[in-house]
């Protein structure tokens, strides 16, 4: 991701908000993924949930996201 100039975490986000209201739900990320030909089991999905949603309130938020997306340690190049 970090090789890609255009990418945008706020607007990977975005686009995994189906309904624009903030949050990602499991329904969400399953269809999006399904929307780009990644079909995965509820059971996938909710490893993907558990992984990202910190609190586990069963909602994505952006904070949540991108605590998972950004890099704990530098990049070594």
Do not use: W
């Amino acid at each position: 991701m970090n090789k890609n100039v255009n990418f945008d975490f706020y607007t990977a986000f975005k686009a995994c908000d189906i309904n624009d209201n903030g949050l990602i739900s499991k329904n969400e990320l399953k269809d999006i993924l399904n929307e780009r030909g990644i079909y995965v089991s509820d059971q996938e999905v909710g490893h993907l949930m558990s992984k990202f949603d910190k609190d586990q309130d069963g909602k994505i938020t952006y904070s949540e996201f991108m605590e998972e997306m950004i890099p704990k340690s530098p990049s070594k190049y």
